[in-house]
Structure formats: structure tokens, C-alpha cells
């Protein structure tokens, strides 16, 4: 977890250190609902590389939004899920959801929901 002085002065600016990027977002949202194995993950993520997704998610466990558990069983069984700070987020998610609904409403030219 980052000290108080390794983050930006700006609210906005510290959630956006923590979850901004493309595939950061999209993880959280896979999150939301239940853990996730790695390779579900990958496959879920349409472009993600292994190796961005692995950076994502050792970042997101260093900030403690995830957590990984490791079932020690052979063949190796090992879940990411968000910790009770990472589910504090899920408001954000849910509000770019809405969002980006009402936008395509819009651009349809249909009412939102």
C-alpha cells in the first residue's frame, strides 16, 4: 500500500492512480460478482497480455484492492478476488456502467432506462 505521501494531493487523482487504465477497470468489473481464477481472467479479458495482467494485478494487490488465494493443491488452484477496501470501488464501477449506458442511449437516440 502506497503512504499517504506516495499519493497525489487530489482525491480524484489518488482513485485514478489506484484504478485508471483500461484493463485495471475492466478486472475490478470481472471482480464484482466473485473471485476469478488467472486464466479466466485472461480469457475474459479480450487483448489483455499475460504479462499486463499479472502487473494489474500484483499493482492491485501492493494497493490492497485484491487479494490472492492460494489453495497450495497440485494442480496449482489459485483465486483473485477484492478485499473489502477493492469492493469500496464498486460504486465507481457502477457509475461508469450507468454512464456509458445512458451515453449509447443517447447516440442511439433512445431514452435511458
Known sequence: M?????????????AVSLIGGKWKLLIVRDLKERPWRFNELLKNLDGI?????????????????????????????VEYGLTELGREMLPIIDALADFGNYYKSVVDGQQPC
Do not use: F, I, N, W
Not at 502506497?2 to 489518488?14: R, S
Open 2 to 14: 502506497k503512504t499517504k505521501a506516495e499519493l497525489p494531493v487530489c482525491p480524484v487523482a489518488t
Open 49 to 77: 497480455s499475460q504479462k499486463v495482467l499479472t502487473d494489474s494485478l500484483r499493482q492491485m494487490m501492493d494497493d490492497e484492492l485484491v487479494y490472492r488465494r492460494d489453495y497450495g493443491e497440485l494442480p496449482p488452484r
